[in-house]
């Protein structure tokens, strides 16, 4: 079983950035394939980004291209999500979600292991 332990969210002002950390432990986490979603008050959780287990393959939502930029760091079993040009729209509850096998999906049951999430709030 994976464990996976989000970090890095905040309150910050529209324009702002944040970083987003995932720390994993209890696989192979060379093997994973990383998601990040995020859920609002009221709304579905949905896809923000994804990373491929050898991160040669990248995948974002539409309204996070261009401001956003997943990474992954194998020797420190950590992803990361560089959010810039924050938007109040942006504001939501941020998952780390981590699948075996080489392959991005957009949907959450995809995903067999989620962590306990992290708030971002983005002001106006």
């Known amino acids: 079983q994976v464990q996976l332990v989000e970090s890095g969210g905040g309150l910050v002002q529209a324009g702002g950035s944040l970083r987003l950390s995932c720390a994993a432990s209890?696989?192979?986490?060379?093997?994973?394939?990383l998601g990040w979603f995020r859920q609002a008050p009221g709304k579905e959780r949905e896809f923000v980004s994804g990373?491929?287990?050898?991160?040669?393959?990248?995948s974002y939502a539409d309204s996070v291209k261009g401001r956003f930029t997943i990474s992954r760091d194998n020797a420190k079993n950590t992803v990361y999500l560089q959010m810039n040009s924050l938007k109040p729209e942006d504001t939501a509850v941020y998952y780390c979600?981590?699948?075996?096998?080489?392959?991005?999906?957009?949907?959450?049951?995809?995903?067999?292991?989620w962590g306990q999430g992290t708030q971002v709030t983005v002001s106006s």
């Open positions: 209890g696989g192979t986490f060379s093997l994973l394939t």
């Open positions: 990373i491929s287990w050898t991160g040669g393959t990248t």
């Open positions: 979600a981590a699948r075996s096998g080489k392959n991005v999906f957009i949907t959450t049951g995809r995903y067999d292991n």
